[in-house]
């Protein structure tokens, strides 16, 4: 095994490297980011709060060790995601917060420990506190002008939100007008949230009408705010409750208890276990009193907020990042249970990551029945030693993806054996892989499917990549329509487009007679079918969908092979690393090794080939243009730079040399015609010794090219 097989993901913090920690501050970066749009705008997340939360703390963490490699696009700069387009943006007079998190007894220590060293306050000034329930539903801010509802809007990033006034008026608990003595202008921000008996009603109408089924109460609430037609909204039984304020034109109170009593007596809902807390001690016992509560009090939260009491400490406070320091969120522990590992499953995804999935005996574990549970990925099942017949503790956290924490030994049966992670794809048979990462020489933790082409769990989504506009550009063959033609068994591999007429035409279910379907639409379709039967290779070895090869890799490829069956001889002889056609291949300027390899790969895999040429039997790629056809002296050859130039850069030599007719290689094989090396050159000019290969010097190149 390779050591630990961690990849670069799960390196401590304190044992990344400068580089490193650059990457890895891009990939969470982009991580975050995906997350908070699935979370935000598509109400969908895939990962628990719990690993999103360590996303987060790990991207801090390194930013903390490496301030200067902080990104412009930084996670910690940015709460939530942008607003979805379809409704109009408010921009919040006050910007919505989000909450810094205390996972245990000393983190609330710490936390009155920061504001008691940040106010200057001796120890033993009492610092009071609120405490009140964390509710697990969505913020949302609402204005009044003189009493009256103006604005209503989601947070959004925090800075600018989704005008949903129209929906928000729709909530019972949410008055149009003010009652009493109300500033001229005041911001009232609470918590949108569904009650789990609601939550089971409106999924049951849901599933009768053969609607969406909503995974939990809090994605149920963020749907239905998010509905374009306010009656939809109007019939979902959403609930609020205030606990804070944005924009307000006169203070009623000095105390955030006192505010939030005041906000009550103009007619909203305050959460009742709300307390007033003198010391650490209080807050603590505040919490195990929530805590208590939880399972009876009919709707999700998922901790106790804890906010300074005296509203001029908070001012003075103030608030770092995203976060208010006068305020912390105390998560409550994720619930845990134990139960029979039946068996592990392997899931493909629709790029071809094979998914280990924990099938359990069915078990509660607050609230909801558990059934499925994730390993993560093979190195998690081989480090819990998790095995089939198991006895298992799982944990759900924040209501996404429940997880399997550990084993309970002391129940394994006795002829138990460890599990075999499959190396070949359960859904198609194809051999599947793990990456090898280039800098740390790791194994990628996913293994994947190489049977791009055939493999059911991905079919799909690469015959859509494969009529895509860059790829084979079928007119009337959009995404739309593959899903229909994949799901009648009209097309099920890319060859299938092509036979599509002719079946058609032998075939009793003729096309035409397809609902929405007319006569002319099938002729059109057909006709645009048969004008790609003849294709640019560089688009024909993009729509192949090779993992990490997009357009511009596609190019260089085509331009280097010059032809499909020079491309599919050299990429089948390339499997072999010690071959010159892995050395070419990998010496082609922008293609790495995890490219060259997953390219490999590819052509590795018999089904791959079948589907392939079936493929060929329908179209003709189309020769590309060779840069050789220029007549210069170089032209045609492969020739390598090494060692350092004087008289120009490496890249104006690259282009030089290309222009002229030459390709350019970063490695010398018996191939290679021409060494350009200059001062400092090593092993390169040494290989072309060996193999006997021409060297020249800068200079003699200048000559050469004139
Ligand atoms: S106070 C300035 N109080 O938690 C602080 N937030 O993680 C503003 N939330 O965006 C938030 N219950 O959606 C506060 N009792 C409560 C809350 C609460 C739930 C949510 C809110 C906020 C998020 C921060």
């Known amino acids: 095994m390779v050591d630990g097989a961690a990849s670069l993901a799960e390196k401590p913090v304190d044992a990344l490297s400068e580089a490193e920690a650059a990457d890895e501050l891009g990939r ?42 902080k990104r412009a696009d930084s996670p910690s700069e940015r709460i939530g995601a942008a607003p979805l387009e379809a409704f109009g943006e408010v921009r919040h007079a006050v910007p919505m917060l989000s909450l810094g998190n205390a996972f245990n007894d000393d983190d609330v220590v710490d936390f009155l420990a920061r504001v008691r060293r940040y106010l200057g306050l001796s120890a033993d000034t009492a610092i009071i506190c609120t405490a009140e329930p964390k509710i697990d539903g969505l913020s949302a801010t609402l204005r009044y002008e003189n009493g009256v509802l103006t604005v209503g809007a989601t947070r959004g990033d925090g800075t600018v939100g989704e005008n949903i006034t129209a929906n928000l008026k729709t909530i019972a608990e949410i008055p149009d007008r003010l009652q009493g003595d109300v500033p001229g202008i005041v911001e009232i921000r609470g918590e949108v949230y569904m009650t789990h008996a609601d939550f089971q009603a409106l999924n049951a109408r849901q599933e009768a009408e053969g609607k969406q089924i909503y995974v939990n109460p809090r994605n149920t609430a963020a749907g239905s705010l998010r509905q374009l037609d306010a009656s939809v909204t109007a019939s979902r039984p959403l609930k609020f409750f205030a606990y804070a304020w944005g924009e307000i034109s006169m203070l009623p109170a000095d105390t955030q208890s006192g505010m939030v009593e005041t906000i009550a007596s103009w007619g909203f809902k305050i959460n009742p276990l709300m307390r007033v807390c003198r010391s650490a001690d209080e807050m603590l016992r505040a919490y195990s009193a929530i805590e208590m509560e939880r399972s009876s009090l009919g709707y999700d939260i998922d901790g106790v907020v804890y ?24 998560k409550f522990p994720a619930e845990k ?25 069915p078990v509660t574990v607050g609230g909801v029945s558990v059934s499925n549970a994730t390993l993560h990925n093979e190195d998690e099942i081989a480090r819990k030693d998790v095995r089939a017949g198991d006895t298992v503790v799982i944990q759900r956290a924040g209501d996404v993806i429940p997880q399997v924490l550990e084993v309970v ?68 063959l959009g995404s739309k329509q593959v899903e229909a033609f994949y799901a009648e068994g009209r097309i099920m591999s890319p060859a299938d487009i092509f036979t599509l007429q002719a079946r058609d035409a032998r075939s009793l279910k003729k096309l035409k007679d397809k609902e929405g379907f007319g006569e002319t639409s099938v002729k059109n379709l057909f006709a645009s079918i048969d004008a790609r039967r003849s294709i640019a290779l560089h688009r024909l070895i993009y729509a192949l969908g090779i993992r ?79 840069p050789a056809r220029i007549s210069s002296p170089v032209a045609g050859k492969t020739v390598v730079f090494t060692g350092s130039l004087e008289k120009m850069s490496r890249q104006e030599a690259k282009e030089m040399a290309e222009r002229m007719g030459a390709k350019v290689s970063g490695s010398v094989s018996k191939k290679t015609d021409l060494v350009v ?30």
């Not at 029979?340 to 924990?358: F, H, S, W």
């Not at 400092?680 to 200079?699: N, P, R, T, Y």
């Open 28 to 69: 969470l970066a982009d991580e975050i980011a995906a997350h908070d749009r699935r979370y935000y705008q598509e109400d969908a997340p895939t990962v628990s709060d719990a690993e999103y939360d360590a996303l987060r703390l790990r991207n801090a963490a390194i930013e903390e060790r490496f301030p200067y490699l």
């Open 307 to 330: 906010k300074v009491d005296r509203l001029d400490w908070q001012q003075r406070l103030g608030q770092v990042s995203r976060a208010p320091r006068w305020a912390v969120a105390h």
């Open 337 to 361: 249970a134990v139960t029979l590992l039946k068996d592990i499953e392997i899931q493909v995804g629709r790029t071809g990551a094979l998914t280990p999935v924990a099938k359990l005996e």
């Open 409 to 476: 030994l002391e129940k394994r049966p006795e002829d138990s054996k460890p599990f075999k992670f499959p190396t070949v794809c359960p859904a198609c048979g194809s051999h599947a892989v793990r990456e090898i990462h280039p800098k740390t020489g790791r194994e990628d933790v996913v293994r994947r499917c190489t049977g791009s082409l055939i493999c059911p769990a991905q079919a799909v989504e690469k015959l859509k990549h494969f009529v895509s506009r860059n790829a084979f550009d079928i007119e009337g």
């Open 548 to 626: 990490h090869v997009g357009e511009t890799t596609a190019r260089l490829l085509a331009r280097s092979y010059g032809s499909f069956q020079a491309f599919r001889a050299a990429m089948i002889a390339a499997s072999d690393h010690e071959s010159d056609a892995w050395a070419e291949l990998t010496g082609i300027d922008g293609v790495g090794e995890v490219v060259a390899e997953a390219i490999v790969e590819f052509f590795k895999e018999a089904h791959n080939l079948t589907a392939l040429d079936a493929l060929l039997q329908q179209v003709m790629p189309e020769e590309a243009e060779r």
């Open 677 to 706: 090396a200059g001062p400092g050159a090593g092993s390169k000019l040494k290989k072309a010794e060996e193999f006997g290969v021409e060297v020249i010097d800068e200079d003699g190149w200048l000559e050469l090219v004139g």
